[in-house]
């Protein structure tokens, strides 16, 4: 009697999987599964498209308030769970191609935006979505005339890579250091933001100077923003992310800091914290050579922690230090060869550093 039960579920359970696969081709037009990437499919890979200060590969024609849609309401969408799948796989609307996609993954909100320049809301209504739950909590639409967003809320701090092939779209989910071999956060103190004609706060345009020239090289450059998390929760991005590196980027308070302090760059760092190998001394150490070099200003390095306010170096548990960009005889103009230089000085340290991070992690896993 047993066996017969057995036997007939697992006949059902056949019959259903057979059933749940025609459907989905059926419903995508494509004979295609979400998951199936051919050689023929067209890929962005992490290191052409992903998240970081900003990203979209269609962001000149989507306006950010269209992309973050303000208080527009939402509604949940209804997907089908597979843990086959890498990730999250959905159809593209009829007349959307791939460089048509705007994808921005706010990973610090542990949330994936694909933003589409068409009102294709019914669509998605009636389309077959699938992904997988262990990485993907849920789907919310919104939208407004002539503009359509997916949110996808996620489990973990991801990275991402996108394939599209035959009309279907997949997103794969990965740690980033799945992807990356060297990963650095540059943590901003912004207090102003960007202003209403465009232009960016200098520690702001530092760092995304400083990204530039990293992701240049290969290294995965994120960013946190003391306006959208708490510092502990900034220094525990970093651990979540794998991070290699903390680099922090302030501008001088000058009502702050003496005119002595105000005229030098100035090197912040937690003096009581020890890591082997590499740690917070040498990261100094490179960051003072390299930017006095670049530079030819000033460098205050060494300044411990517990003479700052500073509080994420107390956080950090990965080598971390914060540059403060001064307000001396060059800084306050802050032209572009001097952050040029800055950035180059900030970036040569850090390449640098993972360069020995990487050489000692090396030596010590060959014993």
Not at 289 to 304: D, F, H, N, P
Request: charged share 25%.
């Amino acid at each position: 009697m047993r066996k017969n039960l057995l036997r007939t579920m697992l006949l059902w359970n056949l019959l259903f999987s057979v059933a749940a696969i025609w459907w989905m081709l059926a419903a995508t037009g494509t004979g295609v599964l979400p998951w199936q990437n051919g050689k023929e499919g067209e890929n962005q890979n992490p290191s052409e498209n992903r998240a970081g200060m900003q990203d979209g590969t269609a962001a000149d024609s989507i306006s950010q308030s269209a992309l973050y849609g303000g208080e527009l309401p939402e509604e949940p969408l209804a997907f089908a769970a597979d843990r086959g799948s890498p990730g999250f796989a959905f159809s593209l609307p009829t007349g959307v191609a791939a460089e048509d996609l705007f994808l921005e993954n706010r990973c610090e909100r542990q949330e994936f935006l694909i933003g589409f320049p068409v009102d294709c809301g019914d669509f998605f209504k009636q389309s077959v979505l699938t992904g997988n739950r262990d990485k993907v909590g849920a789907v919310y639409l919104s939208g407004q005339e002539g503009f359509t967003r997916l949110r996808l809320t996620l489990d973990d701090v991801y990275d991402y890579q996108c394939t599209v092939e035959k009309g279907m779209a997949v997103l794969t989910f990965e740690r980033p250091d799945r992807f990356y071999d060297s990963i650095v956060l540059v943590d901003v103190e912004d207090a102003s933001g960007r202003s209403a004609d465009g232009k960016t706060d200098i520690a702001m345009d530092v760092a995304e100077r400083v990204q530039s020239r990293l992701e240049t090289e290969g290294i995965r450059v994120y960013c946190s923003l003391n306006t959208e998390m708490s510092v502990e929760e900034r220094a525990a991005f970093a651990h979540r992310l794998g991070a290699d590196l903390l680099i922090g980027i302030r501008q001088s308070e000058s009502e702050e800091t003496d005119k002595a302090e105000a005229e030098s760059l100035r090197i912040l760092y937690n003096d009581t914290y020890y890591i082997p190998f590499f740690g917070n001394t040498q990261l100094v150490s490179l960051l003072d050579t390299y930017l006095s070099e670049e530079t030819q200003q000033s460098v205050k390095a060494g300044i411990s922690a517990t003479e700052t306010k500073d509080l994420i170096l107390e956080h950090a548990q990965i080598p971390a230090a914060v540059i403060e960009l001064g307000t001396g005889d060059k800084a306050p103009f802050m032209d572009e060869a001097y952050r040029e230089a800055l950035a180059a000085g900030i970036a040569g340290a850090v390449l640098e550093a993972c360069g020995q991070i990487d050489s000692a992690q090396e030596t010590y896993y060959e014993r």
